[in-house]
């Protein structure tokens, strides 16, 4: 049952040190053995283990985070959700995870603040112009909503933009996504941790995975550092650190992880009412509703596992977006941090068993983890319970690489990883 706090109750229970408040989730010990582990407890390790029980009805889960809840990549982005790709496969699988984040409030109860602002991509030239024409087309003809803004339409939707003759990145039009946005990144994850833990999954924090337990070929369990941990499934979302996980376990996966840097300004009153992306710049904006400009750009090319990224990649970026928006030249920086991204070949994500039977892979998202959450969880979920593959996760196996059926989203749909 939900308990309903008034405005004086919340102030009260502040000043009281929040003693009266119960905690969103349980703190308990490992056992020795689950029907299933999943190692990783961001938001697609929480998602799968949501979907487990309520979809499934397989509750004795454990999910093992070697920090905190929600302390990597799903805390280090720049909160951005969208399906603006290019091939079926992957307009599929963005799709169906943009279509549940618009339930997921509800589903969960639970605010994760989603605020359906848009997202403009813009054209600096006649060439980007005829590409933006190429991406609507391919996002249409998949089922995605899309709109070729011409300049005047930019205009209206970015009026502080500078439109100067001489700009350095004049606007020909753009790419316009209606339905995509924003979300609050920990929302989401205590979103799935709390519903999670009601419905008996254990959510084990501070418990680093040393190895895999490993019998007759195949997976059996996980060795941690509270003790080894046995299951008949094991699944894997670990973003940036996949291959090293994938090295304890015997095999290599086609990844390379890089640092991807964000910043965000000091709070000013509402002057960006959407998400502003410009490939051309390498730059990329959105306000958040305490007023900071939440900044981010491309990945830092040197393969790296720091959290920090590095001084040269964070000024290309805040360059460019001072060309475009002269107006926040006077802003002052906040913070700056880094998330480690995991970028495969061909930038799409790999999902399916790996080559050591047992074990199940949620990997290789590159930039596009925290907006493929619900539906990286649904179809991890998926694939533990039954073994088998969703329609939809299907081309994302790992087998694509042998089979040579690649999903370039990199070249399809001009992302900047």
């Not at 004795?60 to 720049?78: F, Q, S, Y």
């Not at 700009?167 to 929302?187: L, M, N, S």
């Not at 502003?276 to 959105?286: C, E, F, N």
């Not at 970028?343 to 080559?355: H, M, N, R």
């Amino acid at each position: 049952m939900t308990r309903h706090y008034s405005a004086l109750s919340l102030f009260k229970e502040g000043l009281n040190g929040q003693k009266g408040w119960q905690k969103a989730w349980r703190s308990p010990t490992l056992k020795p053995r689950y029907d299933i582990v999943i190692i990783g407890g961001g938001g697609h390790g929480l998602a799968a283990a949501y979907y487990l029980a309520k979809h499934h009805n397989i509750r004795d889960i454990a999910v093992i985070e070697k920090g905190w809840l929600g302390g990597g990549n799903t805390g280090r982005n720049t909160t951005v959700i969208r399906s603006n790709y290019f091939f079926p496969e992957s307009a599929a699988l963005y799709g169906m995870s943009l279509g549940m984040y618009e339930k997921l409030g509800r589903e969960l109860n639970y605010n994760i603040m989603l605020s359906q602002r848009g997202l403009l991509s813009l054209a600096h030239s006649e060439a980007e112009m005829e590409m933006a024409a190429r991406t609507v087309n391919a996002m249409q003809i998949n089922g995605a909503d899309a709109e070729l803004f011409d300049r005047e339409a930019v205009r209206k939707v970015l009026p502080i933009y500078n439109y100067a003759d001489d700009a350095r990145y004049p606007v020909f039009g753009g790419v316009w996504q209606g339905r995509a946005g924003t979300a609050r990144h920990d929302a989401v994850a205590w979103g799935y941790a709390r519903a999670a833990d009601r419905l008996g999954v254990d959510i084990i924090q501070t418990c680093e995975v040393l190895d895999f337990v490993i019998e007759g070929g195949r997976c059996r369990g996980v060795r941690t550092a509270r003790g080894e941990v046995r299951a008949d499934r094991i699944g894997m979302a670990v973003a940036g650190h996949s291959s090293c996980l994938a090295q304890k376990a015997g095999f290599r996966l086609p990844i390379t992880s890089y640092a991807l840097q964000a910043c965000v300004s000091e709070p000013v009153k509402p002057v960006l009412d959407t998400v502003v992306l410009s490939p051309g710049a390498g730059t990329y904006a959105s306000q958040s509703d305490k007023g900071e400009l939440v900044i981010g750009g491309g990945l830092d090319r040197v393969p790296s596992y720091g959290q920090r990224g590095n001084l040269p990649v964070l000024e290309h970026v805040i360059s460019g977006l001072l060309e475009m928006f002269p107006s926040f030249r006077q802003l002052r920086l906040m913070r700056q941090w880094a998330g480690i991204v995991d970028v495969t070949p061909d930038s799409s994500p790999i999902i399916g068993e790996s080559p050591l039977p047992n074990l199940f892979l949620d990997c290789g998202w590159g930039t596009g983890g925290f907006k493929a959450i619900p539906a990286g969880g649904f179809l991890l979920a998926h694939l533990l319970a039954t073994g088998k593959h969703h329609d939809v996760s299907r081309p994302f196996d790992l087998d694509r690489f042998v089979r040579g059926r690649l999903i370039d989203e990199a070249a399809g749909s001009g992302i900047a990883h």
